[in-house]
């Protein structure tokens, strides 16, 4: 907890120091979400392309460079581990299984999104579906960047 204060204070005082910088990155960041917004509204989707195919092994490949290149899992473990675990007093099996056991978790969640991903792109196909998800991301982008703005 001292360190989360610590950040805190830190990026108040940093916010404080450089308001002008901060606040034209509020303006960029608005600006950036209602492109993206309209881009969405806007776009066709009569003429929907297909995604290019790949194979699996090219699929998996890439999700395990993102995942590996994740540095937020990183600082999560190495935050929650020492807390759970004596790792000066693990033993090699021991490291094997938590290792094996974080990667059957991993992988359990991911197949989870995978499944669910699935569902939703077989229930959105139809021109008229897409649509109206397009429109509908719009503008709740659009609703986010006035909540930015009202910040």
């Known amino acids: 907890?001292?360190?989360?204060?610590?950040?805190?204070?830190?990026?108040?005082?940093?916010?404080?120091?450089?308001?002008?910088?901060?606040i034209a990155v509020k303006w960029l960041g608005v600006a950036f979400i209602l492109f993206i917004a309209w881009n969405l509204w806007s776009k066709n989707?009569?003429?929907?392309?297909?995604?290019?195919?790949?194979?699996?092994?090219a699929g998996l490949?890439?999700?395990?460079?993102?995942t590996l290149s994740n540095p937020k899992a990183v600082v999560f473990f190495g935050t929650v581990l020492p807390h759970a675990f004596d790792l000066t007093a693990?033993?090699?099996?021991?490291?094997?299984?938590?290792t094996a056991l974080g990667i059957v978790i991993e992988l359990t969640v991911q197949l989870t999104y995978l499944v669910t991903a699935s569902r939703i792109k077989r229930a959105i196909q139809s021109p008229k579906a897409m649509k109206r998800l397009n429109r509908t991301s719009a503008g709740v982008m659009t609703g986010c960047a006035g909540w930015v703005d009202v910040c």
């Open 1 to 22: 907890m001292p360190g989360l204060l610590v950040a805190t204070l830190g990026l108040a005082a940093l916010t404080q120091q450089f308001e002008s910088v901060f």
């Open 45 to 57: 989707t009569e003429q929907m392309q297909a995604p290019p195919k790949r194979s699996a092994g």
């Open 90 to 98: 693990l033993s090699y099996p021991e490291v094997i299984f938590i």
């Open 61 to 66: 490949l890439a999700a395990a460079v993102l």
